[in-house]
């Protein structure tokens, strides 16, 4: 009895050692299975929650009964088990200091009193330091994951974005290319990462790309418009965001490229409305100005010429016969003037008569043939017989038509006086289509002297010749071009001085205008008693 009662405190202090022990080894099982959790790649933090709740009774000294939460905001996690008792202690998770949820441990049954209820001051410690590493793990997590979505942001707006975007380092060597990039560059990823953003300029852009690097080493941001070359050589204008900033403690620059192709093109088109509204506008003020003058020189112009032929038939005097003959001769030419005055200051807006464009040259041609067959002038016509007619009033396009071949005669005159296989005016007509709409447009081509490109710019202004005075009145094309516009067309030219010039005259098949031939040919018929 006596050895046995002396072997009991040792067998005691053995139970409490192997106990002690036993909490430890449930301790780092616990943050072990935690652990090994959190490890396990993209792992979320509910799964995290999941496992840990039902790590938590196994790490509790009376196991078989005990049961646990985890609550995290709105969501809750328990073991199969659970239910509310009034055996459990709780610890709060925290994160950066606010409480964001709690884990609750807790017993089905009552067992004997220890430190806290029937728990240990051990499992107080175990469950504070699992709440504490779990908030930090929350933390970990969040910041992961608001960085994984800021990575997949990021890389959804490179990959989607509308515009192209070149990574290049200070080298000018092409480190990333998204998909935008490679569409319209038109080479592969591959190739853009072997190359320098240098051999996407064309050469007339390379002092400038080297430049725009320079200004980058003393500011992060820019804003250039520039030119790239496409991998098959086309060349297309752009604006380029080249923006500097450090990646891996090395400078490299990020540059979001725009084509502004359709941006430049409205911008041309933009400036030809305006020179076009303006042209109108000039034509519109003189107009006015030129039907009052016209009608104040119409009737005493004709006294004149009429008093200079009575004249003429009266005296017998040679001498006066041919300065009566010279009253006559520039009177007519005022008057011819005064005509052209007459229809630029013409407003006939609205009616039309359906035409054939061919038989509106062949009219034209008819008129002037003789003059071109005298002066050894060949006129090749190029124009289909199945052409759609076009509303226009058809002495007015006439007109038109008439003017051009006269300016080709002059022009292939001056720069062949005699004769020559080249001495040749094209004419010709196709059908196209432009938004939606059927044209059809007449270009008129001769190889004469050219235009330059300062009369280019004033070429349809109103008394603007580069003729001799007594042999032009500048009112032609400036005539011309307000038919044109009026018929809402479109009278453009081309040229290059010592090769060519053609002018274009674009007519709408259906302008809009309504059919009234009645009044089409009233206006006609005080058009020709002028």
């Known amino acids: 009895m006596t050895e046995n009662a002396a072997q009991s405190p040792s067998r005691s202090n053995a139970d409490v050692v192997q106990q002690a022990l036993n909490e430890r080894v449930k301790e780092l099982q616990a943050f072990y299975g935690l652990c090994e959790v959190v490890e396990r790649e ?7 929650y999941q496992a840990l709740v039902a790590i938590l009774p196994k790490s509790w000294q009376y196991d078989e009964i005990a049961c646990a939460r985890i609550v995290v905001g709105d969501l809750e996690f328990i073991t199969e088990n659970f239910a509310e008792s009034p055996w459990a202690q709780s610890a709060p998770v925290k994160v950066k200091g606010v409480v964001i949820g709690a884990i609750d441990v807790g017993y089905l049954e009552e067992r004997p009193e220890q430190d806290e209820g029937p728990f240990s001051r051990d499992e107080r410690r175990l469950i504070d330091a699992l709440a504490k590493r779990l908030g930090q793990i929350i933390d970990r997590k969040r910041a992961e994951e608001a960085l994984k979505e800021s990575e997949e942001r990021y890389r959804q707006i490179y990959q989607l974005s509308p515009d192209a975007v070149l990574i290049h380092n200070m080298n000018m060597n092409i480190l990333d290319a998204n998909d935008k990039a490679v569409e319209q560059f038109g080479y592969s990823k591959k190739e853009l990462l072997g190359m320098k953003i240098s051999e996407l300029h064309p050469e007339t852009e390379l002092e400038h790309s080297t430049q725009v690097l320079a200004d980058m080493k003393q ?35 990020h540059a979001v490229i725009r084509d502004i192709t359709k941006r430049v093109r409205a911008e041309k088109e933009k400036l030809a ?15 006015t100005l030129a039907a009052g003058v016209a009608h104040e020189i119409n009737n005493p112009l004709m006294g004149m010429i009429n008093y200079a032929d009575l004249i003429a038939e009266k005296v017998k005097d040679d001498t006066l016969k041919e300065y009566s003959q010279v009253i006559m001769r520039e009177g007519n030419r005022i008057a011819t003037i005064v005509r052209n005055l007459l229809s630029f200051s013409r407003q006939n807006k609205g009616t039309y008569s359906p035409a054939d464009i061919r038989e509106i040259i062949d009219r034209s041609l008819s008129l002037v043939g003789s003059t071109l067959r005298k002066d050894q002038i060949t006129v090749e016509l190029d124009i289909p017989e199945d052409l759609p007619q076009v509303k226009c009033r058809s002495q007015h396009i006439q007109q038109v038509i008439m ?36 044209w059809i447009k007449t270009t008129v081509e001769d190889h004469g002297i050219g235009i330059s490109e300062d009369v280019m710019q004033r070429i349809f202004d109103p008394f603007f010749t580069t003729k001799p005075r007594n ?23 081309e040229s290059a001085p010592g090769e060519y010039t053609r002018f274009h005259m674009d007519l709408r098949i259906n302008n809009g205008w309504s059919h009234n031939k009645n009044q089409e040919d009233a206006a006609e018929l005080g058009k020709m008693g002028e």
């Open 403 to 438: 003017n051009l071949l006269t300016n080709a005669h002059d022009a292939l005159n001056v720069r062949y006086p005699d004769y020559d296989e080249d001495k040749i005016i094209r004419i010709t007509s196709r059908l196209f289509e432009e938004d939606g709409e059927d």
């Open 471 to 493: 042999e032009g009145t500048g009112l032609g094309l400036s005539v011309s071009f307000g038919i044109v516009t009026e018929h809402h067309g479109e009278l453009t030219v």
């Open 219 to 253: 500011h992060n941001i820019l804003y250039v418009e520039t030119s790239f070359v496409r991998k098959d050589g086309s060349v297309f204008p752009a604006e380029a965001t080249p923006c500097k900033y450090a990646l891996g403690g090395k400078l490299i620059i």
């Open 42 to 48: 993209d792992v979320s933090l509910e799964e995290i």
């Open 273 to 287: 409305m305006e020179a076009s509204l303006r042209q109108s506008q000039k034509l519109e003020s003189v107009g």
